[in-house]
């Protein structure tokens, strides 16, 4: 198992427990007789609904992404993990635009192709936009389900 995941395992049990917490003491202030204490309730009640929704969510997300991963590896269409990184670890951000514009490209020229979203997310990743490489990533998840069928 790897780092990643073990962390991600760690801090899901963590918000779980956290979350079965809120709820505890959520029903523990709705006995009280207090309109304020029973409003407040409610907020304990919902927020760990919304966070154990968010939670699955991310799970979710994540387990898709890993077994795209693993398919395009198979198929071997990953990228290589070849940029240069700088002593701390952390990818050259020229390297990684000079490849995003590769990705881009291909994106481009073959828009249909949940594969070169995937590739074009991993770009957006490496270049640190996290939010388009997230966004790109849910294109790709969601145009190899609906080939799939």
């Known amino acids: 198992m790897s780092k990643a995941k073990i962390g991600a395992t760690v801090i899901s049990a963590l918000l779980a427990l956290y979350l079965i917490f809120m709820v505890q ?10 309109i304020v204490a029973k409003v407040l309730a409610v907020a304990l009640l919902a927020l760990p609904i919304i966070g154990a929704w968010a939670l699955i969510v991310e799970l979710l997300f994540g387990a898709r992404i890993e077994r795209l991963g693993r398919q395009l590896a198979a198929e071997g269409g990953l990228p290589p993990d070849d940029l240069p990184r700088t002593p701390g670890g952390r990818i050259v951000r020229e390297a990684a635009d000079e490849q995003f514009e590769l990705f881009a490209r291909e994106a481009e020229e073959a828009p249909g192709d949940w594969r070169s979203w995937f590739r074009l997310s991993m770009a957006y990743d490496a270049a640190g936009d996290r939010r388009r490489a ?16």
């Open 25 to 34: 003491r959520g029903a523990i202030m709705l006995r009280e007789p207090s």
């Open 134 to 149: 997230r966004s790109t990533m849910r294109k790709a998840i969601s145009m190899e389900r609906t080939t799939r069928g």
